[in-house]
């Protein structure tokens, strides 16, 4: 009956994944046929734009060279008027003086006129051949449109926060121009949605058939892309769209969890000397003494003025803790720290979730962090149940924190240049979470990052080899 009941959860599991595939391709499909009838309309539109245009041109065309005609003919009778009366009047004048004939025939008018027209009748100068503007108009075409491109998906590569998308022309086009390359986030596995809470990034005037989004923020398990050629005329189709994954882990500051002293944000905490001030906080019940098992304190009445953040009673005293909103429960995951540069004192790594509220990071066996020590006398250390263990390495800007759940490994790195600071070696009994401390300054979080290739090689090597070196740097702190 089990496995009867396996395989029919699987098959309904399997026409819920299927309705669902069928349920975007029938939104994909009217969303295509709405776009079609638009797409046309505007092509009419642009079509019928640009005849109108040529329309106007000839017009224009058709008046100059009329006017310029025009102009012509009112030349030519001009000039040949002006002959006709100047020989007009010689005639009269030649008439008059036939009787001095013998004395003064050369002087006469009409025997300096000269006998040739200044113009003539012939307009076929003004004459225009329209044979190969006829010929192209009547060789006018819609526009060459690139084919889509077709992106290789073997060839994407998703690494260190970037995504290299590769594509290709299936039929060889010298005239492309350039290409445009869009993307956007989303959480849903396989074919695009056309309705999707995210909008398409556009990354134009590509020139090669390769592109590398780079400094990206993995905050979707997601990204969809695809490709248009364009030429000089006109953008063609897009690709079929792929969808590569692009997991990470995200989570931010609980602020919920956090001591009244810690001014905190989704992504950044921040020393308040003033926060804790101005709170009146009962608490009934008997107090979380920080070990497992025992009761979280019941919260009945809280009273602040003014009362921004709301009350939390999470951690008081010197535990200047705020621990992150999301548990881990397996896999590898990776996010970095950036301290303020005057901060003096603080502590990341992970714990429990049954800290006690007076716990200090470093301070009990549910806890494993690095600590930085800026007041009065500087030190750098890792720190777990008590212990502490000096790193004889400089402080980094900013500090890398990697966590292998299933293998039970904590490691630490400095962010840029991925220098190994510390390693435990834990055997989780629980889920943990990312935890903090911060005094006289603050911390900055990034998450959505993946495990950097650096850090991922090297767990690689160090496993290899056995992980001799990181349970001798790590040997008092092993559970």
Not at 20 to 46: A, G, M, P, Y
């Amino acid at each position: 009956m089990d496995s009867q009941k396996d395989a029919l959860q699987r098959i309904i599991a399997t026409l819920a994944n299927k309705n669902e595939e069928l349920q975007n391709f029938i939104e994909t499909l009217n969303h295509t046929l709405d776009r079609v009838q638009v797409n046309s309309t505007q092509v009419v539109s642009d079509l019928e734009e640009e005849f109108d245009t040529l329309y106007s041109i000839l017009d224009e065309m058709k008046e100059s060279m009329t006017n310029t005609i025009k102009q012509e003919t009112v030349r030519k009778s001009h000039e040949l008027q002006n002959q006709q009366t100047q020989s007009t009047n010689a005639l009269e004048s030649a008439e008059e003086l036939l009787e001095f004939a013998n004395n003064a025939v050369t002087m006469a008018p009409a025997f300096r006129l000269t006998m040739k027209p200044k113009a003539t009748d012939n307009m076929t100068h003004l004459m225009v051949d329209f044979i190969q503007e006829r010929q192209l108009l009547q060789g006018l075409k819609f526009l060459p449109v690139p084919r889509a491109p077709e992106i290789v998906l073997e060839d994407c590569l998703v690494i260190d926060n970037e995504v290299t998308v590769t594509w290709r022309i299936p039929v060889e086009d010298s005239k492309i121009d350039h290409y445009i390359l869009e993307y956007r986030k989303t959480n849903h596995e396989g074919l695009p949605r056309v309705k999707d809470e995210q909008c398409w990034e556009v990354v134009d005037n590509i020139k090669t058939s390769e592109y590398t989004l780079q400094g990206l923020r993995f905050d979707t398990k997601f990204m969809n892309f695809r490709v248009r050629a364009c030429n000089k005329a006109a953008a063609g189709d897009y690709s079929d769209p792929v969808t590569l994954e692009t997991r990470a882990f995200n989570f931010g500051f609980d602020s919920t969890s956090s001591h009244l002293n810690l001014k905190v944000e989704d992504r950044s905490v921040e020393w308040d000397p003033q926060g804790g001030k101005g709170v009146d906080t009962k608490v009934k019940g008997k107090e979380n003494k920080g070990r497992s098992g025992t009761p979280s304190p019941k919260r009945t009445s809280v009273t602040r003025s003014p009362a921004p953040r709301g009350a939390r009673d999470r951690f008081t005293g010197e535990s200047y803790t705020v621990l992150g909103d999301t548990s881990i429960e397996s896999g590898q995951h990776y996010w970095e720290v950036k301290p303020q540069k005057d901060c003096k004192s603080y502590s990341v790594g992970l714990a429990y979730r049954n800290l006690g509220k007076f716990d200090q990071l470093g301070k009990t066996n549910t806890t494993w962090c690095i600590h930085v020590n800026n007041w009065l006398q500087n030190s750098f250390a890792a720190k777990h149940n008590n212990k502490a263990k000096n790193l004889d390495v400089p402080v980094p800007d900013s500090i890398g924190v990697y966590c292998d759940f299933d293998r039970g490994q904590l490691s630490f790195y400095n962010a840029e240049n991925k220098q190994l600071l510390h390693t435990f070696k834990v055997r989780f009994t629980q889920p943990v979470v990312p935890a903090f401390m911060v005094w006289c300054g603050g911390l900055t979080l990034s998450t959505g990052l993946q495990i950097p290739s650096a850090i991922r090689s090297f767990q690689k090597t160090e496993n290899g080899l056995g992980g001799s070196n990181i349970n001798k740097a790590t040997e008092c702190f092993s559970l």
